[in-house]
């Protein structure tokens, strides 16, 4: 399939993600809230201010994410995930980031998902992104302390992980990061490019494919040998849904580094 570079909402680096400004951000975030309102899809563990739940993101247009989520046929769409599960991709990257070598990885790089980095605020252009859209920020924790915290945040590729509910980077509330975490937390909060979806959206989708549709899927969510729980390929089919976050009952399972702001 091959992607376009990973061009996205998120200017490389950006810290106003690609938006111009502070006030541009904020702006964003409350015209996708106000897009929202009335769907039923508000409200959640976090009360996080979710922005938008409509299914339309294509990564601006990303032609390989766009074909995968046009692709009706379940024969192309088994074989496609069954290229990924087989594709070799090297244990660390030049920066020396060893990350798991997942089928999801495989097609965040097929569709050229990896860049920009993660936008960053400062810690009072932050405060003032969740304060005026009524966010609350998520945490993920790090048991490598400081250096994997930083490692993750400025790395120039998208390393995503393994989980039971589908790959990505998952996020929780503060307590839940802090219980994980050898000290360092990475603070986030949800961006105007994020589009959530609740798991058992995802997986009712899953069980209304035909039987081969739903192994493949079911086997690019199977890492052998990982001490991770195994999954169904929630991530996979999120991403053709439109949708580049999945809400579970405890968590964000983040699919896209677009998806979010980070606080320095």
């Avoid at 609350?136 to 393994?162: C, L, N, V």
């Avoid at 399972?253 to 606080?263: G, H, S």
């Amino acid at each position: 399939m091959g992607g376009r570079g990973g061009k996205s909402g998120l200017s490389p680096g950006g810290g106003y993600g690609g938006f111009g400004s502070l006030q541009g951000l904020i702006g964003a975030m409350q015209r996708v809230q106000g897009e929202n309102m009335g769907t039923g899809n508000g409200g959640n563990l976090f009360n996080a201010g979710e922005g938008n739940s409509n299914p339309d993101y294509t990564d601006n247009g990303n032609p390989a994410l766009v074909k995968w989520q046009q692709q009706t046929d379940e024969d192309k769409m088994a074989r496609y995930l069954a290229k990924l599960g087989k594709t070799a991709t090297p244990a660390q990257d030049a920066e020396g980031y060893a990350y798991y070598q997942s089928p999801f990885q495989n097609m965040v790089i097929d569709q050229g998902l990896n860049a920009p980095v993660f936008a960053k605020l400062s810690a009072s252009d932050f405060a003032k992104y969740v304060q005026q859209n009524g966010l609350t920020p998520i945490y993920r924790g790090w048991q490598g302390g400081a250096s994997s915290k930083a490692r993750f945040e400025d790395a120039q590729m998208s390393h995503t992980g393994t989980g039971m509910y589908g790959e990505g980077f998952y996020f929780g509330s503060q307590s839940t990061a802090s219980s994980y975490s050898g000290g360092a937390v990475t603070v986030a909060a949800l961006s105007p490019n994020a589009r959530v979806v609740d798991l058992n959206t995802v997986r009712s989708a899953l069980s209304g494919l035909g039987s081969r549709a739903q192994s493949a899927f079911s086997h690019s969510g199977y890492i052998a040998g990982s001490q991770f729980s195994s999954n169904s390929g929630e991530a996979q089919m999120a991403l053709k849904m439109g949708y580049n976050v999945i809400r579970t009952d405890w968590s964000y399972v983040v699919l896209t580094r677009d998806a979010v702001v980070v606080r320095k």
